[in-house]
């Protein structure tokens, strides 16, 4: 390994979003240079990486280019050039998650049939060309209600996925290559973050419970700890571990798995990347999950992942009825809160929805902190 610390050891990311800009805090305490690339400097990781890189991170020359200007290459978002990526992988550059384990992530269907492969528990499914194949099964009697239909690719925060309980829900079906799984009784979905280094040290998380917000079908807040008890936070762990052995990934992997009525434990996607389920470990653990992400592409001892307390995320959303240049409503109010954190991403535009920042709330009783998190939400609000 170069000596990362005392010489201008660039690392690149594709993607200039919140978790970039989130990369680059983590990256600042110990003077690493972190170069961005993506379409505007008035992304959210322009302000804290050293060097912001104008291109499109889609785009095959864009990623070449930058790729051979740095060191060392990760990402903060899946949908990158992944051809470009194995061209500079070919070239010697280091990237991490490799691509190839990349690619199997990009796809629903592939990561679907990696599971199975693996022997990895997952819900069951078939894959379909397109939703005319899709709606000749039901009427073959092949396939019948309920089920769950994601987009092979493209789909991101719940878009790309539509549940079809009834009949009169079929207008739902969306067209394109799609897994088809069958619909899991959900008891809690929980995520698991888990990271590995290229001498292949894995450290994780405890597990934390995501609560969907139905109407965006967004995380709409995230508790650390998962409610569920030891033996089922222990099986969720090693799920994740063999989860990350599996892949082979260098970096962080986040493991969003549903523990079902009946105790079992499902792998239901992943995301080779920090993820918005990690957002806690910034106020509440000894190492948070982007500075563990770059503890592991360095192939460096990874963090202790000991939580100093239990904490509730809340995802800060774009206000439904506003569009346009964000403003914050309320944050002198939750400031004056005890243990409350407020991380404003920088958008420049707000939108109903839009993930505008996060607000973590520490405190050493959860269900305090979750009341605190409601009056949060309450007083919090992104308009324009
Ligand atoms: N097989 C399933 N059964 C029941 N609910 C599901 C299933 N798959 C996904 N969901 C629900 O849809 C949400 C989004 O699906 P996911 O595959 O995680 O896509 P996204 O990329 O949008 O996060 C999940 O968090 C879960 O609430
Ligand atoms: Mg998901």
Redesign the pocket.
């Known amino acids: 390994m170069p000596n990362i610390f005392n010489t201008p050891f660039k690392i690149g990311i594709l993607g200039g979003g919140q978790l970039g800009k989130m990369l680059g805090q983590a990256a600042s305490p110990w003077d690493l240079h972190i170069s961005v690339l993506d379409a505007d400097r008035h992304f959210p990781a322009a302000a804290t990486c050293t060097e912001f890189v104008v291109g499109d991170f889609r785009n095959y020359d864009d990623v070449l280019a930058f790729g051979r200007q740095v060191d060392l290459l990760t990402i903060e978002i899946e949908s990158v050039n992944s051809e470009a990526l194995h061209q500079l992988v070919s070239e010697g550059l280091t990237v991490h998650p490799h691509p190839t384990a990349l690619d199997l992530i990009k796809d629903?269907g592939d990561q679907k049939q990696f599971y199975k492969e693996r022997g990895l528990p997952s819900?069951s499914?078939e894959l379909f060309a397109d939703r005319a194949s899709i709606l000749k099964a039901l009427d073959a009697g092949s396939l019948s209600l309920p089920?769950?239909q994601?987009l092979r690719t493209g789909?991101?925060?719940?878009?790309?996925?539509a549940?079809i309980r009834r009949p009169a829900e079929l207008e739902l079906l969306m067209d394109g290559p799609s897994v088809v799984?069958?619909?899991?009784?959900?008891d809690k979905?929980l995520a698991v973050i888990v990271a590995r280094n290229e001498s292949g040290a894995v450290a994780a998380y405890p597990p934390v419970e995501?609560d969907?917000n139905p109407e965006a079908?967004l995380?709409e807040w995230l508790l650390s700890p998962a409610q569920i008890d030891d033996e089922t936070a222990r099986r969720a762990t090693e799920l994740a571990r063999q989860v990350i052995e599996a892949y082979g990934i260098c970096g962080l992997l986040a493991v969003?798995m549903?523990l079902t009525p009946a105790g079992e434990l499902?792998v239901?996607?992943v995301a080779p990347r920090p993820h918005n389920s990690g957002h806690h470990t910034i106020d509440s653990s000894y190492t948070s999950q982007f500075e563990q992400h770059l503890r592991a592409i360095l192939n460096l001892p990874l963090g202790s992942t000991h939580m100093k307390t239990p904490s509730v995320m809340v995802n800060l959303l774009g206000e439904p009825g506003y569009e346009g240049q964000a403003r914050y409503e309320g944050m002198e109010k939750v400031l004056a809160l005890e243990g409350v954190k407020p991380h404003l991403y920088g958008k420049v535009m707000t939108k109903p929805f839009r993930k505008m920042g996060h607000v973590t709330i520490l405190d050493s009783d959860l269900d305090r902190a979750r009341t605190k998190a409601r009056q949060v939400k309450d007083l919090l609000k992104v308009i324009a």
């Open positions: 629903k819900s499914f089920f769950v994601k789909g991101y925060d719940g878009r790309g996925v549940v799984e069958e619909l899991v009784d959900i979905e995501m969907f079908n995380v969003e549903f499902l239901n996607e």
